[in-house]
């Protein structure tokens, strides 16, 4: 069944084709998303094309088919960690940190990274820090490891084959068989936990934070020395998380206006 474009203003056009082409599992072509958007066949080409140059769009390596764009990646994580520095969201997150007794941090994937938007440090600082701006391999931390495993299983296998693994230390999963099986059984859990796995001594875990009609927008986790909380101990953190997760998620349903004041930079 197609979508029509509801205005036919090119900015319109644009925004619908950007939106088509962010939802499909595998790149499209300009006729799919003409199809698609009950546009004319030249009108897509132009669009596209125009969308191409700005790095919103790229084409899939070797084909004609087109997947978006490094620059909408990039600008994707720069919005959503915009969303969460917010008064509102900040204080859910400084709210379930003390909760813990422990820092708790807010990570999206961009580019196979987990990269951190927000974090809140309860104690004195000892181990791994994930600071804002901070980044991390997404197959050795909790917040990778929920996001890999919400892919379909194809997608999903293909990027964790494409992964370059180095070994952090001796408890980092590099095997990508093994990632495989463990990211489906995180899949069936609901959260994720490292143990050790990308700094000695420092163990983990995450949650997914959902948008309202259930797609990953990113991960609310914890980082903690193995000396003060053991692997197994975290799922003492699980239940907390999950309720913080909730209400973050539940605020994306507010509009922006209810932000507008006392976000923080």
Request: proline content about 5%; some cysteine.
């Amino acid at each position: 069944m197609n979508s029509t474009v509801n205005s036919d203003g090119p900015l319109d056009r644009a925004f619908a084709i950007l939106d088509f082409v962010a939802t499909q599992l595998k790149a499209v072509t300009a006729a799919d998303i003409a199809k698609s958007l009950d546009l004319p066949l030249p009108t897509a080409h132009r669009l596209i094309s125009n969308l191409e140059s700005r790095g919103l769009l790229q084409r899939a390596a070797g084909t004609k088919r087109f997947v978006v764009g490094n620059n909408l990646v990039v600008l994707a994580g720069k919005t959503i960690g915009s969303a969460f520095r917010t008064a509102r969201r900040h204080a859910v997150l400084q709210n379930v940190a003390a909760e813990i007794g422990e820092q708790c941090e807010i990570g999206i994937v961009r580019n196979n990274e987990v990269v951190y938007v927000d974090s809140i440090r309860v104690t004195a600082p000892h181990g791994l820090q994930f600071d804002p701006g901070h980044s991390a391999p997404i197959y050795c931390t909790s917040s990778g490891k929920i996001y890999m495993s919400t892919l379909p299983i194809r997608p999903r296998e293909k990027l964790v084959r494409s992964l370059h693994m180095k070994q952090h230390t001796d408890s980092t999963i590099t095997d990508p068989d093994a990632l495989l099986v463990l990211l489906e059984e995180i899949r069936r859990e609901g959260w994720a936990r490292t143990n050790e796995e990308f700094v000695k001594g420092v163990v983990g875990c995450a949650v997914p934070i959902l948008a309202p009609g259930g797609t990953l927008i990113a991960c609310l986790g914890v980082s903690v020395p193995v000396a003060r909380v053991s692997f197994d101990e975290l799922q003492h953190f699980r239940e907390p998380l999950v309720k913080a997760a909730k209400l973050l998620s539940e605020t994306i349903l507010q509009t922006s206006s209810d932000f507008t004041e006392g976000d923080i930079s």
